[in-house]
């Protein structure tokens, strides 16, 4: 049984920053991937970032140049850090996780947490 948790989304100005956290709980084996989608309403889910335990990391082009994600193994936290930030950018974003070091798949979901964009 794999739990993610999602914090720090909520409202920011055009051109500001944003850091997004996620920590895994589990009662079993490592979670060794940790990623971010996004979903904006009438859209399909979009793939943000993800990194491993091992360092390895994937950033989608969409967002490439004003996102970074990072992973601290021993508070099993990864976090998503954005910079200016857009109008296209509001969504809700969801912390997923994987036991395996693939950053194209993930089998656990976090809630969500929702990133609203305005002045």
């Known amino acids: 049984q794999v739990r993610l948790v999602e914090s720090g989304g909520g409202l920011v100005q055009p051109g500001g920053s944003l850091r997004l956290s996620c920590t895994a709980s589990?009662?079993?084996?490592?979670?060794?991937?940790l990623g971010w989608y996004r979903q904006a309403p009438g859209k399909q889910r979009e793939f943000i970032a993800g990194?491993?335990?091992?360092?390895?990391?994937k950033i989608a082009d969409s967002v490439h140049g004003r996102v970074t994600i990072s992973k601290d193994n021993a508070k099993n936290t990864a976090y998503l850090q954005m910079n200016s930030l857009k109008p296209e950018d509001p969504a809700v974003y969801y912390c997923?996780?994987?036991?395996?070091?693939?950053?194209?798949?993930?089998?656990?979901w976090g809630p969500g947490t929702q990133v609203t964009v305005a002045s």
């Open positions: 997923s996780g994987s036991y395996y070091y693939d950053l194209d798949s993930y089998a656990y």
């Open positions: 589990t009662d079993r084996f490592a979670v060794n991937t």
């Open positions: 990194i491993t335990s091992g360092g390895r990391s």
